[in-house]
Structure formats: C-alpha cells, structure tokens
Nanobody, 131 residues
C-alpha cells in the first residue's frame, strides 16, 4: 500500500522556520519525484517544490525559492521542505505527493508542479504563520 505521510507543520511567528517531512512507503522511492504543494483557505492548490529522487535535481517556485529548500534522504524514504523566513501568506495546508511521470524536476520546471502529474498524495499538515 502506497503511503505518504506529511508532518512538521505548526504555528510559528513571522520570520521563523519550519521543516516539513514527507515519509513514503509502498513504492520504489528512487523511481519517483516528490512534490510539495500547499492550499490556503479559499485558494487553489499551488505547487511549491519538486525533487527527483534518482538524481536529486530540484525545482522550486520562484516566489519561495530563496526561502524554501527541498531535500531528499533516499535511505529514509523521506523528503524535507525547509522553510525559512516564513510569512503570514505562507499559511496553508501543505501536502506532499509522488509522481512517476516526472522524470526530472529541474528540466521540467513549472511543469513539475502541476498536481495532475502526481499519482499519490499524502494527507496535509497545517502551517500557520502569525504576524
């Protein structure tokens, strides 16, 4: 059974940091790309960052690329999203997802953040940033 477990969310003040984790099981982790998405109340889901586990190439949305960093630990089947200098507008439910279709996040760029390209989804973790 494929499982993706997102964790690490919480309440933080503006300017603070959080590290989200996405633990995966039930599929060949290195054959997939993992993406992070978020959805704020009343807004559409937005792709944030993607990492290809076979070669660790990444793509991160421009609006957060100097504050968010995605990494992967293949030995632990876990992808992390380090979020620094958080802002109130980062408040959202954050989801991780796995894609076999996305073979290289870096080369695909924004196309790697299209949610329809992801086959498996985890439950979300809430991130709330207070001003």
């Amino acid at each position: 059974e494929v499982q993706l477990q997102a964790s690490g969310g919480g309440l933080v003040q503006a300017g603070g940091s959080l590290r989200l984790s996405c633990s995966a099981s039930g599929f060949s982790f290195e054959d997939y790309s993992i993406g992070w998405f978020r959805q704020a109340p009343g807004k559409e889901r937005e792709g944030i960052s993607c990492i290809t586990n076979s070669d660790f190439t990444t793509y991160t949305r421009t609006s957060v690329k100097f504050r968010f960093t995605i990494t992967s630990d293949n030995a632990r089947n876990t992808v992390y999203l380090q979020m620094d200098n958080l802002k109130p507008e980062d408040t959202a439910v954050y989801y991780c997802a796995a894609s076999r279709e996305i073979t290289t996040c870096q080369a695909m760029g924004l196309r790697s953040l299209i949610d329809a390209r992801y086959q498996y989804w985890g439950q979300g973790t809430q991130v709330t940033v207070s001003s």
